[in-house]
């Protein structure tokens, strides 16, 4: 029996193509794990009558860590986010996203080692919409003229934006508690308490009062739109950066642009109870089943998930392979090309795997 029993939830686009190419390179890592796997997308409604299968959801809970790609979400219409789902029905409240350059990728700057806490489980991701012109919506808009809350076009949709002093609580802890567990010396709030008085403004009075535990820590916090132009000027200025949802979420992908781009960028959704590690980026449509996405975010993903199972030695063979691949830079995927402004060909995502592979099998 092996040592580690994970559900691997493929998903669907490129998610087929970076999973195949994670399990290769665990194995290839000496990793003894079993992969239970589990299906979401959209592929899964004729045959279960939803994208996600509650035998899914069972089997993380059983196992407790899962690895999971890139699952398609129609916009504007259609089912509502499998991943929003995932995180609500296993309570993943924390995003965890570590943004580090990789010398060799071409990334905007080299010296980017951030942290990106993002609240998972409310704000505007809460789900609370109203149709414009439902019965619903009709109420709501009439509600908030008698309360004197302002006035909205009888003509709006509307989507609500809850932030709990539970929920913020949590996650600024969490942020801090990283903090001091990995040896960071700076947690920054960001939020647009300025504006959203009672949302984000609750947000940041709870950071506030959660860093008093914490004086060993240094504590600021940024204006949102401050927060971008600081870290698009000099990201070396963050260390641990907590967000509630949206803007945890725009920022991610904003700090992976400044490390070497989507094709690296891991992450994790950590509950107290489940942990499902996944990559920052989506499905790729636009390259999905041609062997040319990269893998790596998939596969740093797979070491924060072997760390999280104490394997550690595997997880830092993982990531000196990856260092030492793009070291050189002969076997890179197109993304990568495209951003060392490199006229050499790029390689197909078997091709990468196949060389991490190599690399692993040697004494590194
Ligand atoms: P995306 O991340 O899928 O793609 C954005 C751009 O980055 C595309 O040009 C794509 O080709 C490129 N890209 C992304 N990952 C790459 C990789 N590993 N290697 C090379 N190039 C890569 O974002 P997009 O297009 O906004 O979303 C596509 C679908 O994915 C949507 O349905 C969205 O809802 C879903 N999505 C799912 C996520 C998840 O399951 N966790 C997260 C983000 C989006």
């Known amino acids: 029996m092996a040592k580690h029993v994970v559900t691997l939830i493929p998903g669907d686009g490129i998610g087929l193509e970076t999973s195949a190419a994670m399990q290769k390179v665990v194995a290839a890592a000496g990793a003894d794990i079993e992969w239970e796997l589990a299906e979401a997308g959209a592929h899964m409604i004729e045959s279960c009558g939803s994208p996600l299968p509650e035998s899914t959801i069972e089997s993380v809970r059983r196992n407790k860590v899962a690895i999971k790609g890139p699952v398609t979400t129609p916009v504007g219409t259609g089912f509502r986010s499998v991943n929003v789902a995932l995180r609500k029905a296993l309570n993943l409240n924390v995003c965890l996203r570590p943004v580090l350059s990789i010398p060799g990728t071409g990334s905007r700057y080299e010296d980017v080692n951030l942290v990106v806490v993002r609240e998972n489980s409310e704000d505007l991701y809460a789900g609370v919409e109203f149709e414009e012109g439902s019965e619903g ?45 990995h040896g960071r010396k700076k947690v920054t709030a960001a939020h647009k308490a300025n504006i959203m008085k009672y949302s984000d403004g609750l947000f940041l009075r709870e950071a506030r009062k959660v860093a008093e535990s914490y004086p060993e820590i240094e504590f600021n916090d940024n204006i949102i739109d401050a927060f971008c132009m600081n870290l698009v000027m000099d990201p070396s200025r963050f260390d641990v950066i907590v ?24 992450g994790a959704n950590i509950g107290p109870e489940y942990a499902v590690f996944e990559a920052v980026h989506g499905s790729a449509p636009d390259i999905a089943g ?10 740093l993903s797979a070491a924060m998930m072997l760390d999280h199972l104490g394997e550690f030695d ?5 990531r000196a392979a990856v260092r030492k691949i793009y070291s050189d830079a002969s076997v890179v995927t ?12 790029a390689a197909s995502c078997t091709a990468f795997t196949d060389e991490l592979c190599r690399i692993l099998s040697e004494d590194l």
């Open 243 to 266: 967000f509630p949802n949206l803007y945890g979420d725009i920022a991610s992908d904003l700090c992976a642009g400044l490390a070497g781009g989507l094709g690296i960028a891991p």
């Open 334 to 345: 197109g993304d990568i090309r495209y951003a060392t402004n490199s006229d050499k060909p």
């Open 137 to 181: 919506a009709k109420k709501l808009i009439a509600f908030c003229e008698e309360q004197g809350a302002g006035t909205i076009r009888p003509d709006s949709g509307i989507s609500i934006k809850p932030i709990s002093v539970t929920a913020s609580d949590a996650i600024v802890e969490f942020a801090f508690e990283y903090a001091k567990k």
């Open 290 to 299: 041609q062997d040319k996405c990269n893998p790596t975010a998939e596969i």
């Open 314 to 318: 595997c997880a830092e063979r993982i």
